[in-house]
T-cell receptor, first 109, second 115 residues
Framework: DAKTTQPNSMESNEEEPVHLPCNHSTISGTDYIHWYRQLPSQGPEYVIHGLTSNVNNRMASLAIAEDRKSSTLILHRATLRDAAVYYCILWNTGNQFYFGTGTSLTVIP | DTEVTQTPKHLVMGMTNKKSLKCEQHMGHRAMYWYKQKAKKPPELMFVYSYEKLSINESVPSRFSPECPNSSLLNLHLHALQPEDSALYLC??????????????FGPGTRLTVL
């Protein structure tokens, strides 16, 4: 099973950009890269996903390395509401996917 | 309506009890999921239903029995649980099946305590 590796924790100052890295060196050609976040006492929430190209949406950007062995979630201006655990997940066409250990993001006012 | 609801929010049960967790969505999604999440750990996939049929069972013990009576409802029947089964049980749904980058919508979870 393809797995992801993320730093346990990161800190960011409020209103500054945040780059959350994820390594997935065993990714296969059909695995999608998903990011979800989980705020305290809530279920996970979808952030963004991509396959090969970089992606942008209203919440974040996803930068995918050319060899697809790593990706970076970019929050352009961190707010206090972005404090959460961010999970990088590989999702394949067999509908199987495994959450990584996640990165706990602390936003400092 | 982009909400997945789960009931109850909290459940305390003894090891000899039988109880059920319920999950409901009205987004027309045809894939539904059960996850188990222990404290400070990532969610772990338990079951996947696709078009009301069980498509993935991640080697979950038989004391957990899923049921999908229709496309909007997902139940998880619990019997003879152990204290180590205490966890947050999350339900999710997505449009369509398999890969293709479908976004999952998660419910808030049921916090289960087994005494």
């Amino acid at each position: 099973d393809a797995k992801t590796t993320q730093p346990n924790s990161m800190e960011s100052n409020e209103e500054e950009p945040v780059h959350l890295p994820c390594n997935h060196s065993t990714i296969s050609g059909t695995d999608y890269i998903h990011w979800y976040r989980q705020l305290p006492s809530q279920g996970p929430e979808y952030v963004i996903h991509g396959l090969t190209s970089n992606v942008n949406n209203r919440m974040a950007s996803l930068a995918i390395a050319e060899d697809r062995k790593s990706s970076t979630l970019i929050l352009h201006r961190a707010t206090l509401r972005d404090a959460a655990v961010y999970y990088c997940i590989l999702w394949n066409t067999g509908n199987q996917f495994y959450f990584g250990t996640g990165t706990s993001l602390t936003v400092i006012p | 309506d982009t909400e997945v609801t789960q009931t109850p929010k909290h459940l305390v049960m003894g090891m000899t009890n039988k109880k059920s967790l319920k999950c409901e969505q009205h987004m027309g999604h045809r894939a539904m999921y059960w996850y188990k999440q222990k404290a400070k750990k990532p969610p772990e996939l338990m079951f996947v239903y696709s078009y009301e049929k069980l498509s993935i069972n991640e080697s979950v013990p038989s004391r957990f029995s899923p049921e999908c009576p229709n496309s909007s409802l997902l139940n998880l029947h619990l019997h003879a649980l152990q204290p180590e089964d205490s966890a947050l049980y999350l339900c999710a749904s997505s449009q369509g099946v398999a890969g293709r980058g479908r976004e999952q919508f998660f419910g808030p979870g049921t916090r289960l305590t087994v005494l």
